[in-house]
Nanobody
Framework: RVQAVESGGGSVQAGESLTLSCTFSEYIAKKNCMGWFRQAPGKKREAVAVIFSEDGSKRYDDPVKGRFTLSQDNAKTTLFLHMNNLKPEDTAMYYC???????????????????WGQGTQVTVSS
């Protein structure tokens, strides 16, 4: 069963922008915590940004603060990641995910998340 589908990845030059989209299945779209994560070759998966759907509060990992913006559509079925001023170190496979636990706090910690998409590749060249 498809849980989440990402799109919008691509190859860009440093300084350019991309917007990623993730559409969750109806069941998973009801989860409180959703977010974007990334994994570069040879590195651990890391959090990028997460959102607590009940109040729309967001948390960002330090490397992307001020450059990336996470948003959600009104139906809360689609998550967006607007990425500005991209850097070569942003190159990675980007995944969206949702946490199955009922929580009032969303963690920037990938193992907490249960439902994952297949990923979309972002490549930034200098």
């Amino acid at each position: 069963r498809v849980q989440a589908v990402e799109s919008g990845g691509g190859s860009v030059q440093a300084g350019e922008s991309l917007t990623l989209s993730c559409t969750f299945s109806e069941y998973i779209a009801k989860k409180n915590c959703m977010g974007w994560f990334r994994q570069a070759p040879g590195k651990k998966r890391e959090a990028v940004a997460v959102i607590f759907s009940e109040d729309g509060s967001k948390r960002y990992d330090d490397p992307v603060k001020g450059r990336f913006t996470l948003s959600q559509d009104n139906a809360k079925t689609t998550l967006f990641l607007h990425m500005n001023n991209l850097k070569p170190e942003d190159t990675a496979m980007y995944y969206c995910a949702a946490d199955d636990d009922v929580s009032d706090w969303c963690y920037l910690f990938p193992p907490r998340y249960d439902y994952w998409g297949q990923g979309t590749q972002v490549t930034v060249s200098s």
